[in-house]
């Protein structure tokens, strides 16, 4: 193969395409167009509650609650929100940039979030995953914490797992609970808590951009299998 060939084979390799909804990109990184909707005033229950999974990493920039509320549009985004594992609550970053930098946390790879919108907006998310990266997902504390085991997990771009089913195998037949939804046109939830064999009631398919809740058994360092 002459320079030119391999120089143009490479070009493809690393291409990334960008299309609403959809990710087609490589290991490298990638670009996508991904949803995120206001409130509808009350006509299905939809708050302008959306869930929001980053790669690992992030564009440059990108770093705490209050630069990805600015990504997303001053305008356009309420609030940026993370969950607290360790004794299920919420911490709600509301402010602008050069406000006070209250409740300013930092963003972690593998942990999805909570965006409140005021308009309907497509977010464009850059960056790429870690194939080595492994994350730790906690079981319940029987009550001491208030601790459920519950984890909003940030769906890789590159794992595997096309599905609910899939995704709670790839965690751990003997550790995970289930895998949950959030519907964000209704503000409910989609819960999956079948095994492989099992009915395939509520497997839904996992969505790149989409943020995942994950109630966990026991505690597990989850290394998702990637392609």
Not at 188 to 200: D, E, K, M, N
């Amino acid at each position: 193969m002459n320079r030119k060939m391999v120089v143009g084979a490479v070009l493809v390799a690393l291409a990334v395409v960008m299309t609403a909804g959809t990710l087609v990109a490589s290991n490298m990184g990638f670009k996508l167009n991904y949803s995120l909707i206001k409130a509808d005033g009350g006509v299905t229950s939809n708050s302008g509650t959306n869930t929001i999974a980053l790669p690992d990493n992030r564009q440059t920039g990108i770093n705490n609650a209050q630069q990805l509320l600015a990504d997303i549009g001053l305008a356009s985004c309420n609030n940026v929100q993370r969950h607290i594992k360790s004794n299920d609550s919420f911490l709600i970053y509301t402010g602008r940039l050069g406000a006070p930098a209250t409740n300013n946390f930092a963003l972690t790879a593998g942990e999805a979030y909570i965006v409140s919108m005021r308009t309907s907006t497509n977010y464009i998310v850059v960056g790429s995953d870690d194939p080595a990266a492994s994350y730790n997902l906690i079981k319940a504390d029987g009550g001491v914490n208030s601790q459920s085991g519950t984890n909003y997990y940030a769906f890789n771009y590159h794992q595997t797992a096309a599905n609910a089913q899939q995704l709670l195998a790839d965690i751990g037949l003997a550790s995970c609970n289930n895998v949950q939804r959030f519907i964000k046109s209704n503000d409910s939830f989609l819960i999956y808590t079948g095994r492989l064999g099992a009915p395939a009631t509520n497997n839904f398919t996992l969505t790149p951009g989409e943020g995942y809740i994950v109630s966990m058994r026991t505690n597990t360092t989850y290394s998702p299998s990637h392609y």
